[in-house]
């Protein structure tokens, strides 16, 4: 960006600042409007152009950012704008239905581009389908005085924590996406924060609704991306507006554990919200992410098998765990049938078992004394290192290379990561390593959070 472009929009966001404070509300919405649409664009661009640089052949996340934002309508009368999260208008002859909002820096784009195709939009409801940036970013964008909001009762607790924790979640998350800014951004006319819902939604109590000749249904239940899944059902078109009820994409395996951090969600709550909506039969799944799904039979099938993949997971770990098997032994052996197999690009069995493990056992594995206490293993890496034999420790590591054995070479090498001296000695078998795991993942299961994962280290490394 131009140093003649960064002064304009100093200036903007000086005035805008201004503006915010002293006029009206209708001359707020539209300065914070402008305000949104200059600052996303600039944002979305540095992370284009940081996204594109990255060599990794994934980046799931990465290929969202650069999704063009384009408006269509997957069902009569519903109309979609896409990019990272997608934006609904259900049009009805008194007033508009937005469900999600998107995220933040592309808000204002998707704003306009429907309001071009769309005469006299009026939103009067505001749906959420949970708490996360990508969908509740432009609320202050499609919102005005007299629009209700409409969200989990849920919510606001998810809301909270990811709030309060936003700090500590935003370096992890960059560690994994390189191209999000180095601190979380507080920017005017920025922050999706703060929200508070006129009206919230109770698990088991539906709200049921007539509007302009469409019947409506809004259900709470718990997802695949959190406690606060909140869904948009239609009855009588036999369309649901999913939000992330699936995860990103549709059929896919849940992601129950969250490798970026995050709240467990919970297996057996979210079995029971599936029951829900195989009992709905849709024919068109309108997901807050990628693209609409059609089709009720095949639909209904991928409903139940992921279902029964979450069901076979848990239940294999409960039987593991009642036989006395270790954490790690049942991470090994739990695998899904071939007729349950789904996609696990975003949540992956293995890590499911560990997170299931730990919903009902918490962290203590009852294998090490050390764990009850503060001192961590790494603090005694520096100590361990000067006292082994580097020589047979360096032939262990190359037997193990040898033998393919990928994760007992990375253990080795995590043990004398205390020795500066050594480790660096040992930086191309570490490479090595984490180069194969990666290999190893692009083979298997392609989860995108193991390859941003082994990616950062290999970044770590290679520095």
């Known amino acids: 960006m131009s140093s003649r472009r960064s002064t304009a929009i100093a200036i903007l966001v000086s005035l805008g600042v201004v503006a915010l404070v002293v006029f009206g509300d209708r001359i707020q919405r539209e300065v914070r409007h402008f ?22 052949d994934h980046m799931a996340a990465a290929e969202m950012i650069t999704l063009p934002i384009l408006v269509s309508e997957p069902a009569p009368g519903i109309f979609a704008a896409s990019g990272v999260g997608n934006t609904f208008v259900i049009r009805t002859d008194d007033g508009d239905i937005i469900f999600d909002t998107g995220l933040i820096i592309q808000a204002a784009k998707q704003y306009d581009l429907i309001s071009e195709q769309l005469d006299s939009l009026k939103p009067v409801k505001i749906f959420l389908s949970h708490a996360h940036a990508d969908h509740v970013g432009g609320v202050r964008i499609w919102s005005s005085p007299e629009t209700e909001l409409v969200a989990s009762s849920e ?9 309060e924790l936003n700090p500590y979640l ?13 601190e979380p951004r507080e920017l005017p006319g920025m922050n999706f924060r703060g929200l508070k819902p006129d009206t919230v939604v109770e698990r088991g109590r539906p709200l049921r609704f007539t509007q302009g000749g469409r019947v409506f249904e809004v259900w709470s239940l718990p997802g695949a991306e959190g406690a606060d899944n909140l869904l948009l059902w239609l009855p009588e078109e036999k369309i649901l507006l999913s939000g992330d009820f699936f995860g990103p994409q549709f059929p896919q395996f849940p992601n129950i554990f969250t490798m970026r951090g995050e709240k467990v969600r919970k297996p057996i709550e979210y079995i029971e919200s599936l029951n829900t909506v195989i009992n709905f039969a849709p024919r068109l799944i309108l997901p807050s992410h990628l693209v609409p799904v059609q089709g009720s039979e095949q639909i209904v099938a991928d409903l139940v098998r992921i279902r029964d993949a979450v069901q076979w997971v848990h239940d294999q770990t409960v039987a593991g765990m009642n036989e006395g098997k270790t954490v790690g032994e049942l991470m090994e052996d739990i695998r899904l049938p071939p007729q349950l197999s789904l996609a696990q690009t975003h949540g992956k069995v ?21 764990e009850l206490y503060a001192t961590p293993q790494s603090a005694v890496l520096a100590d361990l290192a000067s006292a082994i034999d580097h020589a047979k420790v360096t032939v262990g590591i190359d037997a193990a290379i040898e033998r393919r054995e990928w994760e007992r070479a990375l253990h080795l090498l995590e043990l004398l990561e205390g020795d500066e001296i050594l480790t660096e000695a040992l930086k191309s078998r570490w490479i090595t390593v984490v180069r194969a795991l990666r290999e190893r993942a692009l083979a298997n299961e392609k989860n995108d959070y193991e390859l941003y994962w082994l990616d950062a280290q290999l970044r770590r490394l290679e520095q």
């Open 170 to 182: 935003h370096q992890r998350n960059r560690m994994l996406f390189p191209w999000l800014p180095d």
């Open 35 to 56: 305000l949104v649409g200059e600052l996303g664009d600039v944002a979305v661009a540095r992370m284009q152009r940081l996204a594109a640089d990255d060599d990794s």
């Open 350 to 370: 293995s890590w499911a078992v560990k997170s299931i493990w730990e919903y009902y056992a918490t962290w203590f594995h009852f294998d090490r004394t050390s």
């Open 155 to 163: 919510f606001l607790e998810e809301q909270r924590y990811l709030t």
